[in-house]
């Protein structure tokens, strides 16, 4: 991880971070982390009820060659497990 330095932090800003920090039961150091963080975050906005269910259609699509007829992929997972873990 890197380590960063912020030169002429005007006090207020700092005591500011200090109460904050206090306030969210962290260190000053930790709740900079935290606010850097947040900052940056994912911008993405989140995808629509029917952008998920596009996804969920392509993802099965591509995943359909290695389903077995009749069975679904929890059944193929389980008999994958009890293989592995010797169940019967």
């Not at 991880?1 to 904050?20: G, H, S, W, Y």
């Not at 029917?50 to 969920?56: L, M, S, T, W, Y």
Request: proline letters at 3%; aromatic letters at 4%; glycine letters at 4%.
């Amino acid at each position: 991880m890197a380590t960063l330095t912020i030169r002429n932090l005007p006090d207020r800003v700092r005591d500011e971070l200090r109460v904050r920090a206090a306030r969210n039961g962290r260190s000053m150091e930790a709740e900079v982390r935290t606010v850097l963080s947040e900052s940056v975050g994912d911008e993405r906005q989140p995808l629509s009820r029917d952008e998920i269910k596009q996804r969920v259609r392509e993802i099965q699509k591509a995943f359909a060659k290695y389903k077995k007829p009749g069975e679904s992929v929890v059944d193929e997972f389980l008999a994958e497990r009890r293989a592995m873990w010797g169940e019967e």
